[in-house]
């Protein structure tokens, strides 16, 4: 082993042991602090793990280098085990950081709270990783042809997958979040990293002193993004409505008066005019949390679900930030009004006594509308 290698996978090991025990705790320190937030839905424990998942890949980034070490020390790195090690290793880093992008807000929406689809790449996470195996087996693991290392083609295509998750999630995270400088350099480190992977198919490309040197920089990089998440995420907690403070009051077809005090919204009139499909959207949910139990306080938002699409619940919110006319600061989110409450249902976050729907809209909704589970609720 060179001392270039050598001195890469010594700092590799002790600078991705620093983050992850910084990032857990954080994690575990945000996870006390906003408990309440957190865990507001008793029925389903919605508890955000993403930070603890990354925190956890780069566990698995500590074991890697310390498995890359040993390799070399003990003259075991052209090895059948070594290889089979390397792959149990990139399976549970990249089910990791699949776990997080599950819990991410921004990710693609086909990942998001999207556990059969989770499952689904999971398993492709799986095979890949045997298919290289099996290529290693078969043909060798440092088998070359035409100056690429075939073991390693399965590989590269699953982390270039994996980065464009990443890159899409980190990107609107920060950008949604007023943080375009931060948004625009992510997506810069998620292409560093995977870089990174290239030497391992093509074995022409770069040296090792510059291949090291972008490792280096894209995890010690990829850390920095990851502590400026973990900050956002807190700020982002800190600045949530609590669900008791917001108060909503149904007063006639299209108006409702609505009040969030940490947002600076008070007692002010919506009147939602010609968009009545938002309107009755959010009376409905508003009558399902008053008086529905347990899973009637939801409403389905999918293809077969009462609501089609996700959508319509963010037209909701825009069109209150748009008719308030509220300044960026003010500007409300989806998860400030509507809390997911697993299997593809979402419902209001606020308690039900600070709701309040006229009994006179509320007769004349439950005799024009044709289900029964509305008319028993409004009755």
């Known amino acids: 082993m060179t001392e270039v290698a050598e001195f890469y996978l010594l700092s590799h090991i002790f600078i991705s042991f620093i983050g992850a025990v910084i990032l857990i705790a954080l994690w575990f320190y945000i996870r006390k602090q906003f ?27 500590v074991i890697s280098g310390i498995w890359g070490y040993a ?68 043909i060798g693991a440092n088998t070359v042809s035409n100056g690429i290392k075939i073991s390693g083609i399965p590989d590269l295509i699953l982390s270039g997958f994996l980065c464009y998750l990443l890159g899409i999630s980190f990107y609107r995270t920060f950008a949604f979040r007023g943080l375009s400088i931060i948004a625009i350099i992510s997506t810069f480190i998620i292409l560093l990293m995977f870089i990174t992977q290239l030497s391992g198919v093509f074995v022409d490309f770069g040296n090792d002193f510059s291949n090291n040197l972008i490792k280096i ?55 939602f005019g010609s968009k009545t499909t938002q309107y009755k959207n959010l009376l409905k949910f508003a009558i399902r949390r008053k008086y529905g139990d347990g899973d009637s306080q939801g409403i389905q938002v999918n293809l077969g679900g009462e609501i089609k699409n996700q959508t319509y619940l963010s037209r909701i919110i825009n069109n209150i930030n748009e008719i308030l006319e509220l300044e960026k600061v003010q500007q409300l989110e989806r998860r400030d009004l509507l809390t997911f409450i697993g299997e593809g249902k979402y419902r209001l976050r606020m308690i039900p006594s600070n709701i309040t729907i006229d009994n006179t809209l509320l007769k004349e909704f439950s005799e024009n509308i044709e289900n029964k589970e509305y008319k028993d609720l409004c009755n």
Not at 239 to 253: A, C, G, L, R
């Open 35 to 61: 408990k309440q937030i957190l865990e507001e839905d008793t029925s389903q424990k919605r508890v955000d793990k993403g930070l603890l998942y990354l925190s956890l890949a780069m566990f698995i980034w």
């Open 71 to 138: 390799s070399h020390q003990f003259s075991f790195s052209e090895s059948a085990m070594y290889q089979v090690g390397v792959n149990l290793l990139s399976i549970s880093n990249n089910l990791f950081l699949l776990l997080a992008l599950f819990y991410f807000y921004y990710a693609p929406k086909f990942i998001y709270n999207n556990k059969r689809n989770v499952t689904i790449i999971f398993v492709l996470i799986v095979i890949t990783s045997f298919a290289t195996l099996g290529i290693s087996y078969l």
């Open 217 to 271: 920089i894209a995890k010690t990089s990829l850390i920095s993004i990851f502590l400026v998440l973990a900050t956002t995420w807190a700020i982002r907690l800190a600045s949530m409505p609590k669900p008791h403070e917001i108060t909503i009051n149904f007063m006639d077809w299209s108006m409702v008066k609505i009040s969030i005090p940490s947002k600076g919204v008070y007692d002010k009139t919506i009147d």
